[in-house]
């Protein structure tokens, strides 16, 4: 088998053609037309309504595990916290005076 970058390895032509020829005997298989493929639409998410920003942050380790701890949702829910925090400090707060 034929190596490209990363790791990724190819099918040799013989292997290709048994994985071609097991598609073509499957009864359940089926291929896309080319007008079939131009209706397909990404599935996933929904946009949210307020854009996130991506950036990187270092929190305590103890932090990053409890919420971490609390099951899949985790950076939402620290991200709430932190609203909730901003809701009972004013800007003011926030700037450290030099």
Known sequence: ??????????????????????????????????????????VGRPRAAQAKVQLTVRYDQEVVDAFKSSGPGWQSRMNDALRDWLRDHRARDLVQKT
């Open 1 to 42: 088998m034929p190596k490209l970058k990363k790791g990724l390895i190819m099918p040799t032509p013989e292997e290709d053609a048994a994985i071609n020829a097991g598609i073509a005997a499957d009864p359940d298989a089926y291929e896309l037309g080319a007008q079939e493929f131009k209706q397909l639409r990404k």
